[in-house]
Nanobody
Framework: QVQLVESGGGLVQAGGSLRLSCAASGRAINRDTMGWFRQAPGKEREFLASSRRIGGNVYSTNYADSMKGRAAISRDNAKNTVYLEMNSLQPEDTGVYYC????????????????WGQGTQVTVSS
């Protein structure tokens, strides 16, 4: 079992930046595919970014079109933590941000992931 705890959310003005953290406990996540998702009010949870281990400490990343060029997913295996840095935030980026872990390759669907954090709220004001 792995427990995931997100942090770093908050209120930010349009055009601003945030770095979200996802701290894992219970076991190491260096072999897991880690993903970030967002759920806006009244909408389904949507994929934002993922980091999948290719081998050793080499990871491939994948981004939703809405995040390309303004987000970066990264990992610090020593801290057992995954990050999502976002810039040029807009009001439509408002929502609850979740990190998730999967031991079998992950993907861009919520159903690909086995473990979820409780989420951190991000609110972007205009």
């Amino acid at each position: 079992q792995v427990q995931l705890v997100e942090s770093g959310g908050g209120l930010v003005q349009a055009g601003g930046s945030l770095r979200l953290s996802c701290a894992a406990s219970g076991r190491a996540i260096n072999r897991d595919t880690m993903g970030w998702f967002r759920q806006a009010p009244g909408k389904e949870r949507e994929f934002l970014a993922s980091s999948r281990r290719i081998g050793g400490n080499v990871y491939s990343t994948n981004y939703a079109d809405s995040m390309k060029g303004r987000a970066a997913i990264s990992r610090d295996n020593a801290k057992n933590t995954v990050y999502l840095e976002m810039n040029s935030l807009q009001p439509e980026d408002t929502g609850v941000y979740y990190c998730a872990a999967d031991t079998s390759g992950g993907g861009s669907l919520s159903s690909d992931y086995d473990y979820w954090g409780q989420g951190t709220q991000v609110t972007v004001s205009s």
